[in-house]
């Protein structure tokens, strides 16, 4: 059975930082690409950062310079570094394996207070 269990998210001012864990089980956590998304209210799903298995990692705009993807795949662990954060931030953070297969962790949720 796949379970992806994210942690870390929170309440934070703005200019604050959380550090968001996505531990994974029942897959073989190295050959996957590890994806964090997120959903704000009223919006659609989006990509958030991604780091495939070959460490190559990509962010959408704008989180570039803000937030860091890092993997350790002795821990089967993908994790989110978010600094200098802003309202426009606050969603709901889902962790993403894909390989030949998609799975989703339940979602943790980030609000940044103004």
């Known amino acids: 059975q796949v379970q992806l269990v994210e942690s870390g998210g929170g309440l934070v001012q703005a200019g604050g930082s959380l550090r968001l864990s996505c531990a994974a089980s029942g897959i073989i956590f190295s050959i996957y690409s590890m994806g964090w998304y997120r959903q704000a209210p009223g919006k659609q799903r989006e990509l958030v950062a991604s780091?495939?298995?070959?460490?190559?990692?990509n962010y959408t705009g704008s989180v570039k310079g803000r937030f860091t993807i890092s993997r350790d795949n002795a821990k089967k662990t993908v994790y989110l570094q978010m600094n200098s954060l802003k309202p426009e931030d606050t969603a709901v953070y889902y962790c993403n394996a894909a390989f030949n297969a998609n799975y989703w962790g339940q979602g943790t949720q980030v609000t940044v207070s103004s």
């Open positions: 780091i495939a298995r070959s460490g190559y990692v």
